[in-house]
């Protein structure tokens, strides 16, 4: 299986900061990468597919890049309502996912 | 889109249990469906994929031969059936619509649409 690997596990920010997420694969995944957003007792939400396209809805201050086996996502103006769990996910294979990144109010 | 899981509970250690997912909004047929799932406390593992028809059927490692997902596609929903459960298997199980599609034996799918989750918790 691929393996994702995120860092930081976790980060203190403030309201207005640019946040930056990584997410490295194990081996060449293409573009096949999502971003999800998971909020304390809720459901992941999908920010982001095939690296960079934005799903439906989601604010345009979140924003994905990378191909092959280094990505990244991006909020570029940190809002309230951004501080939760970040997942990346592969699926150039059956799905994997990173072990998650919290961004927590500093 | 609305997935609603159910069936969740407390199982002892070797039991089985069969969770459901309940969908509408969409055209249940004509999609794969999948289940993830999420220990307390860590990261989401991609657990079981069916297709659309319901004629193939994919597992991760860790549950291939205790799990078996199905579909009922006149009731638009779906299931996970699940034996020979053990401790590790404690999880909030979500349904999920896939993106993607499936060419061959692999599967390119991430996921737009979850159900809220059922818990299942096995413990003596």
């Known amino acids: 299986a691929i393996r994702m690997t995120q860092s930081p596990s976790s980060l203190s920010a403030s309201t207005g900061d640019r946040v930056t997420i990584t997410c490295r694969a194990s081996q060449g995944i293409s573009s096949y990468l999502a971003w999800y957003q998971q909020k304390p007792g809720k459901a992941p939400k999908l920010l982001i597919y095939a690296a960079s396209t934005l799903q439906s809805g989601v604010p345009s201050r979140f924003s994905g890049s990378g191909s092959g086996t280094d990505f990244t996502l991006t909020i570029s103006c940190l809002q309230s309502e951004d501080f939760a769990t970040y997942y990346c996910?592969?699926?150039?294979?059956?799905?994997?996912f990173g072990q998650g990144t919290t961004v927590e109010i500093k | 889109v609305q997935l609603l899981e159910s069936g969740g509970g407390l199982e002892q250690p070797g039991g089985s249990l069969i969770i459901s997912c309940a969908a509408s909004g969409f055209t249940f047929s004509s999609f794969a469906m999948n289940w993830v799932r999420q220990a307390p406390g860590k990261g989401l593992e991609w657990v079981a994929g069916i297709s659309g028809g319901g004629g193939n059927t994919y597992y991760a490692d860790s549950v291939k031969g205790r799990f078996t997902i199905s579909r009922d596609n006149s009731e638009s929903t779906l299931y996970l059936q699940m034996s020979s459960l053990g401790a590790e298997d404690t999880a909030v199980y979500y349904c999920?619509?896939?993106?993607?599609?499936?060419?061959?034996?692999?599967?390119?799918?991430?996921?737009?649409?979850w159900g809220q989750g059922t818990l299942v918790a096995v413990s003596s």
């Open positions: 999920a619509k896939p993106r993607g599609y499936c060419s061959g034996s692999n599967c390119y799918w991430d996921f737009d649409y």
């Open positions: 996910q592969q699926y150039y294979s059956f799905p994997t």
